[in-house]
C-alpha cells in the first residue's frame, strides 16, 4: 500500500464518522463513496486527493481531537442516528463542530458514564478486549442478594452459551425490597449485567455506569457533557496501551 495511502475503514474512524467496525458496516451497506464511486470494504484512500463521501456528504479529517464524558440519561440510545427515530446521545451534544461517536455501548436503559471522542485510534484501544479497560456499575436489583450469587459474579456466569470473564461484585446498600450492588467488568458483552443478573434471578431496577478505566463519572448532571483534562486522557492512554507524548510516543 503506498505510504500515502490508508484504509477506507481507518480514515472514516480517524475523521470521526465512526468507530472502524460501524465504518464496515456502514461501507457494506453502499453509503461510503470514494470519488463518486461505490466503495468496497479493504479500500484504500489516499486522505488528500480522494473524495470521501458518506450519504452524499463530504468527510474531512477532524484538524481537533475531542474526548467527552457524556451522563447519558435513561431513553437515549448509544448510537449517532437512529432509524427507529428513537433519541440518540449524540443529540446531547449538538453544540460541539467536531464530529464524535460513541466509544462502546450503554443500552437504552441504562444511565452513567460514556466516553465520545473522534480519535479512532483511541476508541479502538479503549474498546479491544485485550486491554480489559474495567468498567464499574451501580446496579439497584431485587429480590434479596446472596453470597452465593456475588461468588458467581467473581467466577464467572455462562449466558449465551459462554462464560463471562470474572467481573467484581459488593453490595453496597441492603434494604427489604431492593439492594444496590457495585459491579466491576473487564468485558463488553452485550447488556452482560443484566443477563448475568437474570441468570441468577435477580431483576435489574436501575443499572448506572460509574466509572470507565480510571475516569470517574463523579458529580456530572444527567444529560449533560464535559471534556475530559489531559491528565484524564493520559491515563486512560496509558491504561489502554497507547503512548501519549510524554512516553516519547504518539499522543
Given at each position: 500500500?503506498?505510504v500515502?495511502?490508508?484504509?477506507?475503514?481507518?480514515?472514516?474512524s480517524?475523521a470521526?464518522?465512526?468507530?472502524?467496525r460501524?465504518a464496515?458496516?456502514m461501507?457494506?451497506n453502499?453509503?461510503?463513496?470514494?470519488n463518486g464511486?461505490k466503495a468496497k470494504?479493504?479500500?484504500?484512500v489516499d486522505?488528500?486527493?480522494?473524495?470521501?463521501?458518506v450519504?452524499?456528504k463530504?468527510?474531512?479529517?477532524?484538524?481537533?481531537?475531542?474526548y467527552i464524558?457524556l451522563?447519558k440519561?435513561?431513553g437515549f440510545?448509544?448510537?449517532?442516528?437512529?432509524?427507529?427515530?428513537?433519541k440518540?446521545?449524540?443529540?446531547?451534544?449538538?453544540?460541539?463542530?467536531?464530529?464524535?461517536?460513541?466509544?462502546g455501548?450503554?443500552?437504552r436503559n441504562?444511565e452513567?458514564?460514556?466516553l465520545?471522542?473522534?480519535?479512532?485510534e483511541?476508541?479502538?484501544?479503549?474498546?479491544?478486549p485485550?486491554r480489559?479497560?474495567?468498567?464499574t456499575?451501580?446496579?439497584t436489583v431485587?429480590?434479596p442478594?446472596t453470597?452465593?450469587?456475588?461468588?458467581?459474579?467473581s467466577t464467572?456466569?455462562?449466558?449465551?452459551?459462554?462464560m463471562?470473564v470474572?467481573a467484581e461484585?459488593?453490595?453496597?446498600?441492603?434494604?427489604?425490597?431492593?439492594?444496590?450492588?457495585e459491579?466491576?467488568?473487564y468485558?463488553?458483552?452485550?447488556?452482560?449485567i443484566?443477563?448475568?443478573?437474570?441468570?441468577l434471578?435477580?431483576?435489574?431496577?436501575?443499572?448506572k455506569?460509574?466509572?470507565?478505566g480510571?475516569?470517574?463519572?463523579?458529580m456530572?448532571?444527567?444529560?449533560q457533557?464535559?471534556d475530559?483534562?489531559?491528565?484524564?486522557?493520559?491515563?486512560?492512554?496509558?491504561q489502554?496501551g497507547?503512548?501519549?507524548?510524554?512516553q516519547?510516543?504518539?499522543?
Amino acid at each position: 500500500m503506498p505510504v500515502n495511502k490508508v484504509r477506507l475503514q481507518k480514515f472514516l474512524s480517524e475523521a470521526g464518522v465512526a468507530s472502524r467496525r460501524k465504518a464496515e458496516e456502514m461501507i457494506e451497506n453502499g453509503e461510503v463513496k470514494v470519488n463518486g464511486r461505490k466503495a468496497k470494504v479493504g479500500d484504500s484512500v489516499d486522505p488528500v486527493h480522494d473524495l470521501v463521501t458518506v450519504k452524499g456528504k463530504k468527510v474531512v479529517r477532524e484538524k481537533s481531537l475531542r474526548y467527552i464524558l457524556l451522563h447519558k440519561p435513561r431513553g437515549f440510545v448509544t448510537t449517532t442516528d437512529d432509524e427507529l427515530g428513537r433519541k440518540c446521545v449524540i443529540d446531547l451534544l449538538k453544540d460541539i463542530p467536531e464530529r464524535v461517536y460513541p466509544v462502546g455501548r450503554l443500552d437504552r436503559n441504562s444511565e452513567g458514564a460514556l466516553l465520545l471522542t473522534n480519535d479512532g485510534e483511541f476508541a479502538n484501544a479503549m474498546m479491544h478486549p485485550s486491554r480489559r479497560i474495567s468498567k464499574t456499575y451501580r446496579v439497584t436489583v431485587r429480590p434479596p442478594v446472596t453470597e452465593s450469587m456475588i461468588d458467581a459474579f467473581s467466577t464467572g456466569i455462562e449466558i449465551d452459551g459462554r462464560m463471562t470473564v470474572p467481573a467484581e461484585a459488593r453490595i453496597v446498600t441492603k434494604e427489604e425490597n431492593r439492594v444496590v450492588l457495585e459491579i466491576v467488568l473487564y468485558e463488553g458483552r452485550n447488556r452482560e449485567i443484566r443477563k448475568m443478573c437474570e441468570s441468577l434471578g435477580l431483576e435489574v431496577a436501575r443499572l448506572k455506569r460509574t466509572a470507565i478505566g480510571s475516569l470517574k463519572l463523579g458529580m456530572l448532571p444527567q444529560g449533560q457533557w464535559r471534556d475530559l483534562t489531559e491528565q484524564e486522557i493520559d491515563k486512560l492512554k496509558n491504561q489502554a496501551g497507547i503512548k501519549t507524548e510524554k512516553q516519547g510516543g504518539r499522543k
